[in-house]
């Protein structure tokens, strides 16, 4: 029989189970019952022993490795920051000091904020642009294999190939051949820079670097024109030996323009020897009055025609015969060796930044762009306003990455700026290695570098952990 308990709940009935006095056992705690559930203290001991010392044995080497390579040369290149050039009287901040006075290092110091700003920003945009553009098609992997390339190659590989791109002279340098060839298709390129007269030819130096007949010409006299101080290298190539032009009808003016030098001596001043080679392509101006009335350009041989309006008038030879040809742009000069080589670093990390965001774009959900273009979206837009705000994330870590590696470039700038340029060219870790290992060598004011660079790392690498926290969060 079942008696009630005062909270009306119903005891089971005991049970002997046969020991003596009629002891009765308590029924199994039900889950819910009010009373505290059991906690289990886990076992601090595993099959091998104390599990924080085995640990702390695997950590050891890592930590000894990390102690020697990260911790002691900081800690110590801190310390000999305070020291002057020779190790042995303390500097204080004298040596911080100099890394905002010295013009040399402000140098590097403004160097360096334009690489993080450009560099990293540059590659970003350009890999993204890769990506999405070589996404639907069909040469796709292909593209992205060539652009990916560079990075097979080291630092100091891509120096020595873009310090030979960069070369002044065109025929050795491409970007500067690219530019001549542009330049020369859209304006006229000069042949005789050093051309000039000699005291017996019928010409004179006249206004503006140009020359001009001694006497006014005349209808039925052919006109000499001669020159010397043509390098042989800058004769055209197809120039045929000069000869005295026919007798023109009408009142026109014949001539010709020839280098009257002839090879090995012998030739005679103000006559076309068989050897001499007419001066193609100079053009010969009819001026009267101070205004040019008529004008020819001379032919293979050298000989030209005016019509009837230059009798009478001066020949000239413009000083547009005689400038120096164009040779391209100066790319390491003081102005553009800095565009120059982080030209060259964009074209080493841009395959860098399309691989992980290509990787990226191939995560992103497309039900969702499909249905911005069903809603009406264009392409633009669909990029703008979903592609680059849910590409967020990878676009932070390869901007980051980028700008740590920005701040350490040294390869680059040492191979590829020239002696000359290099002080304009200079960056903290050039100045660094400069100070450091150079012939006037500092270590006092290259350990404050060293302790600056860690300085300026420090903030990109706590927004990185930062953003990596949070992504682990989500």
Excluded: C
Excluded at 278 to 291: D, F, P, Q, S
Excluded at 427 to 445: K, P
């Amino acid at each position: 029989m079942t008696t009630a308990t005062a909270g009306g709940a119903d005891e089971a009935p005991s049970a002997d189970n046969g020991s003596r006095g009629g002891t009765s056992v308590p029924a199994p705690r039900k889950p819910g019952d009010g009373q505290p559930p059991v906690r289990r203290v886990p076992s601090r001991k595993s099959v091998t022993g104390t599990r924080r010392v085995i640990a702390a044995l695997f950590l050891l080497p890592a930590l000894v490795l990390l102690g020697a390579l990260v911790v002691y040369p900081i800690v110590y290149s801190v310390y000999r920051s305070f020291f002057d050039q020779a190790g042995t009287g303390f500097a204080g901040l004298d040596n911080y000091k100099a890394l905002f006075t010295d013009d040399t290092i402000l140098t590097a110091v403004k160097n360096n904020a334009i690489w993080v700003v450009l560099a990293p920003t540059v590659s970003t945009v350009l890999g993204l642009i890769f990506a999405v553009l070589t996404e639907r098609i069909r040469w796709g992997t292909a593209f992205k294999l060539i652009v990916f390339m560079p990075m097979a190659i080291s630092m100091l590989a891509a120096g020595i190939i873009f310090r030979l791109v960069y070369d002044q002279a065109p025929e050795r340098g491409i970007a500067n051949a690219v530019a001549v060839g542009v330049h020369d298709t859209f304006a006229e390129s000069t042949g005789f820079p050093k051309a000039h007269p000699l005291p017996v030819h019928p010409l004179k130096a006249a206004d503006g670097g140009s020359f001009v007949t001694k006497t006014p010409v005349r209808a039925g006299e052919p006109v000499q024109l001669p020159l010397v101080g043509v390098a042989p290298a800058k004769m055209p190539g197809d120039a045929k030996p000069a000869r005295t032009p026919a007798k023109a009808d009408g009142g026109k003016i014949t001539g010709t323009a020839w280098l009257d030098f002839t090879k090995g001596g012998g030739g005679k001043p103000n006559v076309i020897d068989p050897q001499e080679l007419g001066l193609k392509g100079i053009k010969v101006e009819a001026v009267k009055g101070g205004e040019v009335v008529a004008s020819a350009t001379a032919g293979t041989d050298g000989t030209f025609t005016l019509p009837a309006a230059a009798d009478g008038a001066e020949l000239r030879l413009p000083a547009s015969n005689f400038r120096e040809p164009y040779n391209g742009v100066d790319w390491l000069g003081p102005s553009l060796v800095t565009p120059g080589i982080i030209g060259s670093y964009v074209w080493m990390w841009a395959g860098f930044a399309m691989v992980l965001i290509a990787a990226g774009l191939a995560g992103l959900p497309r039900e969702l762009l499909e249905a911005a273009r069903v809603d009406g979206a264009n392409e633009w837009q669909v990029f703008r306003r979903i592609t680059v705000p849910m590409l967020a994330p990878v676009l932070a870590v390869v901007l980051v990455t980028l700008m740590i590696n920005v701040l350490k470039v040294f390869d680059l700038v040492f191979i590829i700026a020239p002696g000359s340029s290099q002080d304009d060219a200079n960056v903290l870790a050039l100045q660094l290695y400069r100070s450091s290992f150079g012939t006037d060598a500092d270590l006092g004011i290259g350990s404050a570098i060293a302790v600056l660079l860690l300085l300026l790392v420090v903030p990109v690498m706590l927004f990185n952990i930062r953003r990596i926290r949070k992504e682990g969060r989500r």
